[in-house]
Structures are given as structure tokens and as C-alpha cells.
């Protein structure tokens, strides 16, 4: 009763509805949408979203609240890629936002041919790579010369045998040593579960050169673990 | 013991287990609304070229059934006996004549003068020349700033 109240007396929201929104969204997020005074609804809740082409054609179409739907479905990644690439919280926010915005600005240009998702990511990881540089100049590359020190049938057991606040440990421990775009790297792949042909398409490096990025970081980790916890023993 | 020469191994289950252990930075207060905030006001939204792609494609299709129902029936015997004895690359040569026949019978049936066809045919080319300079400049919008 409330729900349908409430949508019938906003038109903006009633051009995005189709007739069986109940099913599709939850109550939350049309008050979150249309009222831009609430709290950031992604905290408490797990939202049912809608393809992002819906989305899109409702922006396109001048539906500017819109845009919320598609700022909150992939705020959290956006500004993972930033803090990952900057390891600065207030200067991720600024980058993440401004891609955002770029992306509204450019959205009628957004073709489709990749998912809106990844060229959203490309933006991003742009502008995060650009204010990185303008900030620290050097790139520090992975370590080429990198020896094979490590087996993995040691290592299992001995990273399995530690609670798993230990275990988070180790790793963050790790993956902060590492250089900003190789950690990024690492949580694209292994943490968002994105596909090599993804992460190429965010990074701008080709599948091949993902591969073997990825297989060197690989290396590096488990290099890097057991000596850690050969330090620990 | 696990010496993993081969670059396409690089799925890991204990390593993306021990990766999603990672704790996830959380996304600063009232960021939506942050960004909401800084878009571009509504008379600067992203709009589609008006009224909208969709009626550009009917129109352009329209106009070409118009002319082929205006243009053909003028000329169908002449223009299918052009290339029945036509082979090879001969054919296209004899379909290029055909066409260009039929339709400008169609329009001297119509009484459009070479004059008025030639004003049609300006008018279409401008129109589509316009079209394509739109695409460019939208994707390319550093092209569309005045030179300093």
C-alpha cells in the first residue's frame, strides 16, 4: 500500500517502473532512489538490481535519478580499484566520483560493445593510473629475477594450520608489499572473481600479458610466504 | 610439489581463498549522493540526438520503401530484362544502370525534374553528412573544442 502510494505520486519513479516492480526491486531502494536525503542504503542492504542497460536507456532518456541505481550498484568496485591503485582513502573518493561523473558525461557515447560495468572499471582505473602518477612518478615493476624458492605442498598446511585472523594477516601483509596495479590486479582476479578478458579490458594490458602478470604475482606470493613463514618458524 | 611452469594455471583456489580474506574498503558515507550532487544540471544530461535513434531508422527506412514503391513499378520489366542476359561482372555493372534507370523514371513519372532530383538527392547527403559529423564529434569531444 505504501509502496504503491509512494510510486504513483512520483513520476520519475513511475517512468522507471515496469508493471512488476514488486518482484524486481526491493522497498528500499525506491526510497533510496527517490530521496536523496536517505542514508546509503548499500550499507544495510543486498539490492536487487536490474540489467545496466535498463538504467542506461532511462538516463538517456533524461531520467537523471537513474543514475543513482547505477552509482550504487558499482560505487564498492569503482572505489576499490581506486584505493587499490592510490592507497589513499580521500583522494579514491575524489577519483572514484569524478569517474563517475565522467562516465554520466560520456554515457551517450557508451556503445555497448563491452559491458557497461568494464568500461565504468576502464574509466576508473584511468583516472586512478593518471593522479598515481601525477603523485609518484616511478612504477615500481614486478620483480623479474624472481627465484622459485617456494612449494606449494609446504606451504598449504602450514597457512591452513593458522586461525583465519592470521591468515588475513599474512595475506594483507603480502598484497601491501606488493606494487599498487599488481595488488589491484590480484583482487580483480582472484577477490572479484573477474575473468582474464576482463581485467585486461579494465587495465588496457592484453589477455597474454594478464596471464603472465598474474602467474608472476602468483610466484611472487607463495615466494614471499614462505619466507615469511620461515621467518615465523 | 607444485613447480607450476604452465602461465595458463593461474586459477589458484587456496590463494582465492586466502585473497577474499582481505577485508574490503568500505565505500565513504553518503558517496551517492555526493555524485548525484555534481551532475551536470538536467538540460545537460546525455540526451540522444532528438528525438531518438529509433525514428532516425524508421525514417531512413521509410523513405527508401517510398521510393522503391514510387520507383519500381515504373520500370519492373525493363529493369529485370536489363540483366537476364548479363553474367559475370557484367552483372553489376547492368544492376548499377537498372536501378539508376528505374528510379529516375519514377521520377519523371512523378514529374520531378533533373533540377528538383538533384535538390532531393543534396538535401539527403547533407542531412547524412550531418549525421556522421554529430557521431564524430560525440565520440571524439576534445575535436569539438575552439582552437586557442
Known amino acids: 500500500m505504501i509502496i504503491n502510494n509512494f510510486v504513483s505520486h512520483s513520476p520519475a519513479l513511475t517512468a522507471i517502473l515496469p508493471g512488476g516492480y514488486k518482484n524486481l526491486f526491493k522497498i528500499d531502494f525506491f526510497f533510496h532512489l527517490c530521496n536523496p536525503m536517505l542514508p546509503d542504503a548499500s550499507k544495510t542492504v543486498q539490492m536487487n538490481y536490474r540489467d545496466d542497460s535498463f538504467y542506461i536507456s532511462q538516463v538517456l532518456d533524461g531520467n537523471q535519478a537513474a543514475f543513482a541505481a547505477l552509482v550504487e550498484k558499482h560505487q564498492q568496485m569503482v572505489f576499490t580499484i581506486a584505493v587499490k591503485i592510490l592507497r589513499n582513502r580521500e583522494q579514491a573518493e575524489e577519483i572514484a566520483q569524478d569517474a563517475f561523473v565522467k562516465a554520466y558525461s560520456a554515457l551517450s557515447s557508451f556503445k555497448g560493445e563491452a559491458k557497461f560495468s568494464t568500461w565504468l572499471y576502464r574509466i576508473a582505473y584511468n583516472a586512478a593510473i593518471s593522479a598515481g602518477r601525477r603523485r609518484k612518478p616511478e612504477y615500481a615493476a614486478i620483480d623479474e629475477t624472481l627465484t622459485e624458492n617456494y612449494t606449494t605442498d609446504e606451504i598449504h598446511p602450514q597457512v591452513e594450520a593458522m586461525s583465519q585472523e592470521e591468515q588475513m594477516e599474512l595475506i594483507e601483509k603480502l598484497m601491501q608489499r606488493l606494487p599498487e596495479e599488481d595488488n589491484l590486479l590480484l583482487t580483480l582476479y582472484y577477490k572479484k572473481e573477474k575473468s582474464v578478458a576482463e581485467v585486461a579490458e579494465i587495465t588496457g594490458y592484453s589477455q597474454s600479458n594478464v596471464k603472465i602478470k598474474l602467474f608472476r604475482l602468483r610466484r611472487r606470493l607463495y615466494d614471499d610466504m614462505q619466507q615469511t613463514l620461515e621467518k615465523m618458524v | ?148
Open chain 2, 1 to 148: 610439489m607444485d613447480y607450476n611452469k604452465n602461465i595458463n594455471n593461474i586459477d589458484d583456489g587456496f590463494l582465492r581463498r586466502l585473497i577474499k580474506l582481505t577485508a574490503e574498503e568500505p565505500v565513504p558515507d553518503g558517496f551517492v549522493k555526493k555524485i548525484m550532487q555534481q551532475l551536470p544540471a538536467s538540460e545537460q544530461q546525455p540526451m540522444l540526438a532528438e528525438p531518438s535513434r529509433r525514428w532516425i531508422w524508421i525514417v531512413a527506412v521509410a523513405a527508401v520503401a517510398v521510393a522503391i514503391v514510387v520507383a519500381i513499378p515504373f520500370s519492373t520489366g525493363d529493369f529485370f530484362a536489363r540483366f537476364a542476359s548479363a553474367d559475370g561482372f557484367q552483372i553489376y555493372r547492368q544492376l548499377f544502370g537498372s536501378v539508376v534507370g528505374s528510379f529516375s523514371k519514377g521520377f519523371s513519372a512523378i514529374h520531378i525534374s533533373s533540377i528538383g532530383f538533384l535538390i532531393l538527392i543534396s538535401t539527403l547527403l547533407l542531412y547524412l553528412l550531418n549525421l556522421l559529423l554529430r557521431r564524430w564529434f560525440d565520440q571524439n569531444p576534445s575535436a569539438a573544442q575552439p582552437c586557442r
